[in-house]
Structures are given as C-alpha cells and as structure tokens.
C-alpha cells in the first residue's frame, strides 16, 4: 500500500473518531474534485456551494459507515451526486419532454473536440435546465442506465432518453458554436 | 462516428479530473455545522448531568426535610428523658418517695406520633393487633404494676447497664427481698403476667429505639438510626407502550433520506410501538417512608411508521457498503442493500419475499406485479433495546396491608439494539437496518405509583405503573424525546 493511500486510511480512520483536524486536511484533500463534480450538477456557484456543504457534512456523519471495501474518493463522490439529486428532487423541477427524437450526429473534425477546456464544458453543462443536466451526468458521467436514471428521478424510461437526447443536441449546438467563434471548421452532419 | 456517444466522451473525458477549489467559507460553514452537533451531543450529556442532580437534590432534600423534624422533637425527648436518669442516678438515695415521682414523669413523657409508627413497623402485624386488644387490660396493669416494675430496676437497664451503673442502681435503698414481698401479695394471675409481658415488651421497644441515639447525644458521634433498615430484592416484567415528542427536526436529515415518511404531516403515519419491559430489582429501605429501589431492567421502545411507500429505485451507492434510508421522526433508518432490494426479490421468486428470503403473506400487498410497476407501502417498525439502571425513591402514602407508594427517580439507558423490521399481518420480517445517529447513553426521568401486598410473610406482590420520559434526545440530530409507559408487575422478597 502506497504511502498516500495509508496516509488516506488514517484520516479517514481519525474522522471517524470525529477528529475536527482530520476532518479539515480530508476536506482539502477532496474539495477540489469535488466541487467540480457539485458545479457539473448546478447552474451556479451558489448552488454548488450548497450541494458541496451539504455533502460534506453527510461524509462526515456518516464516514463510520464506510468500511474500506472500494474507493473512498467514489464514495465522495457518489454522496455528492446523491445530495444534488436529493436538491433536484426536493426543487421538484420535473420537466418533461413528450417527443423522443432519435438524433445522429458526427462531428468532421476530432481534434478540435481537444481544443475546448473542461471549464468551458462545465459551463456548457451548467446552462442546461435542471433535468436535461441531471440526465446527462448521470448518463453521459456517472454511467447510470435509463431504468435506473428513471428510478431516481421518478420519471419514465421514455422520458429519460427524451431528455438525454435533447441534451445532447443542446450541448452539440453549443459545442459547434464555441468552435465557430475560434473560427474552427466543424462540420456537423444531423441525419 | 456517432456523436451521441462522442459527446458523452467529450464531456465524461473533459470532466473527469476537473477540479477546482472552492470559496473558503464552504468549510466555515461546514466546520460550524459539525461543531454544532459536537456541542449538541455535549449539551445534551450536560442537561441530563443537570436533570438528574436537580432530581437527587430535591428527593434528598425532602428526605432530610421529613427526617430532621421528627428528629428534633424526638432528641428534645430523649434529652429530658436523659436528664431525669442521670437525676434518679445521682439521687439514689432518696429513691423511694421521690423516685417515684420522677419515674412518673419518665412515664408520662408522650412518644412522638412518628416514632410511635416506627416503632410499631418493627411489631409485627399480629402482635399489633394482639396489643391493641389487649390495650385496656395492659393499662390497667401497667399502672398496678408500674411501681414495682420500676423498683425493679426493669426500666432502667438499657442506659445503666451500658453506663456500669445497672449494679449500683440494683444496690439502692430498696432491696430485692422486699420488692418481691410486695409483688406477692399482689398476688397476680397469669394472664396478668402474660399482659404486662407484653406491655414490656412494647416499652422495651421504645427504649431499645431511645437508647440508640442517646448515647451519641452524650458522645457527641453520629446519630443516624439504622437498626430498622432492611433489604429486599424482587423481579418484574412489564407490556411497555412507547412513543416519543417530536421538538426539532433538522431538515439537513431530512433531506439525506431517499424515503420520506410523512414529514409534510408532521410524520402522522407515526404509531406508538407495544412491546416489553422485564428485569430485576434490589431495593433498600432507608426509612419507614422512604424506600431506594434500584436494578437492570431490559426494555424494547420504538415506533411503527406505516405505509411508508418505498420506490422501487437503485441505490446510488452501489458497492458492498450501499443502502437506503427512510426517513422517520427519530431520525434516518439506514437499510442495507439497495432500495429495491425487497422488490427484486418478490421478482425472482413466486411468492413475494422479503429482504433476507423470508416469506411474506401473498395478501400483504408485496404482489409481484405491483412491486415492479408501483411502489410499495409498507410498516417499519423501529425497535431500541435499552437496558436501564434506575434509582427511584419510593415514598410510602398508605402503610397498610396494601401498601401505596410514590416512586419518582432517574435512570441511565445503555443502547444495546438498533434494529428496524417490516411489520404485517403479526409477523415481523427483519432488515438489516439501523437508524443513524442514536446516542448510545440516554436518561430517563420515572413517575409513577408502586403497590405492594403481602402473600407470604415475607413474599410482596408487586404492582408498579411507572411513566418513564427521556430527558435527552434519542437522536444526535433531531430533539426527540421517547417515552414509555408500562405496568411493572411481579414479585418481592424481603429479607
């Protein structure tokens, strides 16, 4: 076991005998990545800021629970998941997409796809409307399955491919502008 | 190439190591909230600590309140009855005439009504009895046979003979030779005997009482009483009715459970849970009045949340550690497997199942169609096992063959079981649950009434309605308070 992951182990151990020192060092040590993750599931910063609190006070009182078995950083991060979704389900913003579009796109041009920052894509993401957002990371990030999105969203199977597929054209058209205003060639064929 | 999937890679690759630092105060505000429960779960422990010192203080200042009144009167007493020996001890002399007259006033001393009581719980029932019969007929001879008894001596030996006076006393101006003279010719029958037997015996029971505390008068040491103080040990079971006060409910835990049980209605889905309350007593009797009864007694609270629906949804902790919770005015009940576990197994099987394959009733609503397209309803029970250490005074109303007393004290409650169970058509199905955030340590403020009566001489049967009210919150989060009722019934043995 490498230094680090013991290091880890020791913090975690120590948090859950509710050490406050432990407590701040684990925080600084997953703030970072986790508050991505919080940005990826809210339209602002205000929003995040609360998901992350909220989360991280359920990591600490609940950290006695985590028995080592898997990685404590998925862990994290699927508690944080889970408290946007308890945040999106609590707001009950519920919207629904009646047509199911089967959409196919291609893109001419792979390497510009390498030219855009993950901060742009976090903002891209962050326009959407709640539930196309959720959908999608759940979808696209989390690798969840329509059945089970449907089951935590407490939506139709249809429903939730409706919804990734709108997102996607959304994030598809935003994309294909952000390379239109760096002047970039991109070529997007919709069958 | 298919965009749907680039675009999902785009993202999912694009985000998957993104990080960036948020604004400081995020941990503020987390640090605070911790300390908050820090300092709550403090609190807590302090307010208990206060409670219970708060309780002692007043059951032993009323105690020490009753007792020092009786005392004073009683010394008062003892100190005249003290004063006339210690006269007829230097003026042995002129006993004949004069020590009469003062022995009268021994006599006529009135015994204070408390020590009477006491005096008379230590007579058993029959002798009591057997002396109030008897009452005129021992007046009558106590006062024929008062002079001679006291020429005797009889009166006096409990404080001389300890003194090393008893001989001198009996060395006085009137011999024995003359005292039995008189005493012949009397000449008494023995039923008389009989009688003023016994009147000597209560006396002696007086002055055995008198003597006690008279010489630490004289010797300046401890004056406590102790002789009349028995043990006694017993064991009783109870039907335990259990419910809690809701105060405060944190909506943070609110919010971090999948399944709500009917918080918008202020959780009325929520039921008082029957169960049981057994253990054994040892109690101490301190005084006449007051008696300390104190024990381990085993005791099942809880509630029943009905119809909580469960959605049949995936966990979104999937791994070896991955469950649900329901949320429920004592706080969050976190079940192990996933929210559907129930549901998947009435999938694979014909007749529905419960987490942990156990059968359930086809009629208790877990159909197979139903699971996999509605949600179901069903009862958690929350079950606690606590087991208790109590101190209760006892204080004695009605001194009677049936006994009536008032109990109040505390106890400590040790959590031993967290479980939660579905509960239909009288049988229970267990889960693997807990609910979180219990205090592992509680106390209980105890009301109630106990009554005992007698079966054998020494075998009490025992009836004890006893409301018990946490003076803590069950939960770390959540200001909930449990009690219980229960009936405590059983048997008590004195030594």
Known sequence: ?191 | MTLPSEIDKLFKEGLSDYSQRPPGFVWDNIEQALNKQRFKKQRNVMYALAASLALLLSFGAGYLFTNSETDTTYVAQVTELDNLNKNLLADKSSVTAEEVKQKEAVKNIEIPVAIQNQINENVTLNQIQALDKKETKIEKAVKTEAKKVQAEGILLPPIFADQGNFENANNSSFTDVQVAEERESLELIERQKMDLAMALMKRDLVYEYREVPMYPLSEGTDSKVKDYSTWSVGMSASPLVSYREVNNIQTESLASADITSNYENKYQNEKPLVSYSAGIDVNYNVSKRFKIQSGVYYSEIGQISENVDVNKSRSYINDGDSYYTVNTSMGNVNIKGTQNQIVDQINTVDRPVVNGGIEVPGNYGFEKSAAETADLQTSFVQSFEYYEIPIILNYRLIDKKLGVNMSGGLSANFLSGNNAYVEGDGARYNLDAQSENLNSVGYNGIVGLAFDYPIFSKLYFNFQPLFKYSINSISEENKVHPYSFGIYTGLRYNF
């Open chain 1, 1 to 191: 076991m490498s230094d680090l992951l013991k290091d880890l182990e020791s913090l975690i151990t120590a948090c859950k005998r509710g050490k406050p020192d432990a407590q701040r060092k684990l925080y600084e040590h997953f703030s970072g990545k986790m508050f991505g993750v919080c940005l990826q599931y809210s339209k602002d910063y205000t929003e995040a800021e609360d998901i992350m609190q909220d989360g991280f006070i359920k990591v600490f009182t609940k950290i006695a629970q985590f028995n080592f078995n898997g990685s404590f950083e998925g862990w994290v991060r699927r508690i944080m998941v889970n408290c946007a979704l308890e945040r999106f389900r609590k707001q009950n913003m519920l919207y629904t997409v009646s047509d199911i579009q089967d959409y196919d796109y291609k893109l001419a041009s792979e390497d510009a796809l390498a030219e855009i920052s993950s901060k742009e894509l976090l903002n891209l993401i962050q326009k959407l409307s709640p539930q196309y957002k959720t959908v999608f990371n759940l979808y696209a990030i989390e690798g969840y399955s329509h059945q089970e999105i449907g089951e935590m969203l407490k939506i139709s199977v249809g429903t939730s491919k409706s919804n990734l597929s709108r997102a996607r054209v959304i994030l598809q058209d935003k994309v294909k502008l952000l390379y239109k205003e760096r002047k970039k060639d991109v070529k997007l064929v919709v069958k």
